[in-house]
């Protein structure tokens, strides 16, 4: 194969839903596609922009505050039908923290007001009022992808719906509503976490899975992978890991 | 003179002193910690006792700065002041700072002539209002920081509304009129308002970092910017309403700027020079001054007092070892640090060496996700040699691999290691700057202790 591969990553509000690091992600994308000889083309979508999900081979969004998710909650129910349906189809996504819980069928926040979400993933996001501790830490899941580590901050509760996968099960940290023990959800291709961190750098095994399903999304299910150099990610992914359970057993 | 408050300064005091002889620190906050658990309005039992009342600085950056700043203007002016200068900007070292000049009676020396100027942290400022009842409240900026500790940048903002509703109404505030999150607590205010801004187009940015503030809160249209400096600070207008960035009555012209030292001119002053660099310093530095022109000092006194300050601890000191020039840059925050990386991109040549320090303490922020909002790919080739520390040093050369830096020359997590490293990296004669979190900076100035470089702290500063 001599023709250069290329992806198209929308990412979804990023003036706006960025409050965790959260362009670390899109660095990290970046990084290993170019590592690889992959060109990858970013276009940022805001409120009022032309978006045609089926034009992308990947879709990103980002956490933000509350006052934040009322701002695009709008604009991203009216793209809602159709970002669905190309999810539903296996288009690639990654959605983090309030990214996550617009991706649900709603979101009630701290003084009761009803979000809507989109509904990509069947769940709801409750907040529990503006006196309730938010879950703040480091989360380490086992998935299928191996362990994945990274930072939660958020005051709402996700409840799964039966049958809705989460992303993974919780090692350290609190998850999805502190109960239950899931972490994030995840249909066909799309994931959804509270974990930033940002989460794709020191999840390298992340990043290279949703770039091999877009690739293959577009080009066929023959392509591979070259494996990088990941020293660098490993040692952090474990520094972090290390530091999780040191804070969980002097939490204990 | 109550006995309470009698035996609180005499229990703080006693467990100040032990702390100090035990070589556990400065003991900076226990005095007042201790104190306190006595006698919980210590605070308003001893500040009601300053006859020039008190001012209030804060901010999510430049806190420390600014207040050293206008202490430096007192003292040139010749003013008593009491200054919880170490930066200890709980209640409870604002305590200790009132403590360290009180008699065993409970009396403040020279109270009478004395002015309280205490920096104070974002989300004490309610408390030392209440308790201090100041006469002018200075907010330097805000900033995304420590999201794991404060939550999100509206509970700042709404922590200072709170303080503002209980804030004596005659007050002045003095607000940053680049920062529109500042500039809104203006809206309902009833007393004076003093402005300080930038007014030089040539500070002007194109990629500015990470953006806190992106609507007008009076009504929810986007701010459009003519110019931007840092950040969301700049020349801004609200689209919708058409509230626009306040004219300021301090303001600062033609702004120069070197390694060392900053020079810009200010109505009224004519042109000063402060030995302290980088943008976000002259916007501290029209902060004081602003606070200083509320106080009434003489233009005199505040020129003196600019040319006279300190650096802060950690905040661009200068340090020797072993023949090397180690240039300290604390980094606490996004805004912050790429405040830093926009000094060291406006320096010539392409053979910077930067060791970055990266601790995850509850200090510093125990989530380390801020330093992907941080631009170290503005430095992308020009960066010679490198090093990672602090107890994330693993996470900061992963950040620095994906910005495009050379792998770093090491990666240590122990102080003492890192500054080997650097060390056996380098050679006499070489530039290096060092940039750490706030307890890294803590613990790399212990080292340098340590091996003879520098001062305590709190030997050199009280």
Redesign the interface.
Known sequence: MTEKLQLRLAHLYPDVMNIYGDRGNVIALRYRCEARGIELEVTEVNVGDPFVPTDFDLVLIGGGQDREQRHIADDLVARGPALKAAIDDGLPALAVCGGFQLFGHRYVDNEGGVIPGIGVFDLETRHPGPRADRCIGDVVLATELGDIVGFENHGGRTYLAPGQQPFGSVKRGFGNNAEDHTEGARHRNAIGTYLHGSLLPKNPALADELILAALRRRYGPDVELPPLDDATETAAHDAATRVAERRSRASR | MHPRLALAVIAGKSAGAVSRRLGKGGGTAVPGLVAARIDPAIVSDLGRQLGRGSVLVTGTNGKTTTSRILASILDAEGVPCLHNREGSNLMRGIASTLMGRTGLSGAVRDGSETLGLFETDEATLPLATTALAPRALAFTNLF?DQ??RY????TVAALWREALAIAPPGATLVLNADDPSVAEFAIGWQGPVHWFGLDDAALATGSAG??DA??CRACGANFAYERRYFAHLGLWRCTGCGRARPSPQTAATDVRLSLDEAAFSVDGLGVVTMPLTGVYNVSNALAAVALARVLGLSGEAIRRGLANVHPAFGRQESVMLEGRRLRLLLCKNPAGANQVISLLASLPGDELKAGILLN?RDADG????????VDYERLAGRVARCWTGG?????M???L???GWP?PAA?ASDPGAFLDAVLAGSHAGDEIFLIPTYTAMLDMRADLVRRGAAARFWANQT
């Open positions: 995304r999201l794991d939550g999100e940048v509206d990470a953006f992106r609507w995850d125990r989530d380390v996700s801020w330093t992907w909002d107890t994330r040093a693993e996470d050369a992963l950040r691999k994906y910005a792998a990666v």
